[in-house]
């Protein structure tokens, strides 16, 4: 079953603008992970956060979780045309050993 | 870094066949191993957990006898969809549980097209 949902479903910028993407869950989990895919292809890592972490960066990244919510957010800055692709939250729950995905965003940059 | 090979890439096979899709482990061996199905513009969804030398363990509304689902060896599980049909069209992508880190790495994906 899909854990959790993203918003915005689809979201399109300008190059050099920032991306905010967001992910609920449901329930109790180990960590948050985030990936990106680009069309018909297979998933990047970008980043894990645990439970007990409340950001995290990665170059342009900046990843946030708020486990009172059953939120994070991911951040692009200063976003280039070659972001443009689908990124979607997965969780860790603390009671099974498989990644659950969201609902994912397409994000697009237009040059 | 750890890579985790699908083969094939793509494959169309007429209805009412069968066709294997395989996911290795290259360097580093793998007890648990993961099956997702995503259709176009959607989510991955986990169909199964295959486990190294014993049965899988299917998620809810997923046919086991249609997904078949093999895992003889820490480096290679294998999904079988048999008596295919259009409907089972999709991207299918596999992960693998690395044994020593516990970190999961994710296959290219295997596009199937049933005609």
Known sequence: SQQGEEDPQALSIQEGENATMNCSYKTSINNLQWYRQNSGRGLVHLILIRSNEREKHSGRLRVTLDTSKKSSSLLITASRAADTASYFCATMDTGRRALTFGSGTRLQVQP | ?115
């Open chain 2, 1 to 115: 870094g750890a890579v985790v090979s699908q083969h094939p890439s793509r494959v169309i096979c007429k209805s009412g066949t069968s066709v294997k899709i395989e996911c290795r482990s290259l360097d580093f061996q793998a007890t648990t191993m993961f099956w997702y199905r995503q259709f176009p513009k959607k989510s991955l969804m986990l169909m199964a957990t295959s486990n190294e030398g014993s049965k899988a363990t299917y998620e809810q509304g997923v046919e086991k006898d249609k997904f078949l689902i093999n895992h003889a060896s820490l480096t290679l599980s294998t999904l079988t969809v048999t008596s295919a049909h259009p409907e089972d069209s999709s991207f299918y992508i596999c992960s693998a549980r690395e044994n020593s880190g516990n970190t999961i790495y994710f296959g290219e994906g295997s596009w199937l097209t049933v005609v």
